[in-house]
């Protein structure tokens, strides 16, 4: 017996952008009732993630659920032509929300420690419950990348496998910090966070004669340098399958003000509007031994 269960992450906690507005910048809209972090998660959707976790601190969690709700229609399984009875084998895609553990706050957050607090707290879950529904495999949608997630569509089966899997346009990548779409596994996990760990802490490390740590703090400046770590130095050992990367038509990084500005003056804006309510709208679970009104 086997199973393959791909986890969707979508990191929203990390150093604040430019935007500086009084909402987070994953809740800036894209197009009419349409926000940044909803594309996320439709994203992981169509790339056929079982669960998705999105990983966003509590004093955001309230709004961005407010407008997800606890799961997501699979848009695939929606409506399949050829089957009898389709909405009856519709697939729900649940929905987690993962607070960014109190001790990494201010000292290493940064979009990246996201994505890895992600995986961790998803195996972590998945692991108590049984070794058959630990992630084999992550999948991470950005929320401040704006491209048609609907590309992933026929490349399901090759996300959802033992190879590496990563979107590109005009042949940059993640690893060129772009935020774009792309699979990791447990090997790459070890390799990423030990990135991470070779940021300064809040005293200098230098060892003394007697084996031990000196207590001289480091410049404000100088402490904590990973919570400032860039996509590029935390994800470069993730490998790249050549076979398995997809050049996306369009692409726009709404990481700044000006790239936002940029996307909102393109004609690929036009291309970009809410999901049908069938796909999105606010859900939630059934409480145990309560019908549906």
Known sequence: MSSFHLAGIVPVAGQPLDFKMDWHDSLMPIAPDYLAVERAVFECAWA???????????DMTPLIRHRLGEWVQDPVWIGRRHDPYPSQTRKQIPIYYVPVHAKDVGKRDCLSWSVIWGATTAF??????????????????FPHGVYDPEILRPHRKDISSERSFMLSHDGKTVKDNEYLGFTFDKDDFIKCRRKIREGTGKYNSEVLEAGLYPRERLPKEERYSARHFLLDKVFEPVIIDIENKVEVPWYHNIGSWDGYCDYLGSEDRKLVQRPHPIFMKY???NEIGVDDE
């Open 283 to 285: 859900h939630e679970w």
């Open 124 to 141: 972590r879950v998945s692991v108590k419950l049984s070794k058959w529904v630990v992630p084999k495999r992550y999948y991470v949608a």
């Open 48 to 58: 056929g993630c079982e669960t998705i976790w999105i990983v966003c601190n509590d």
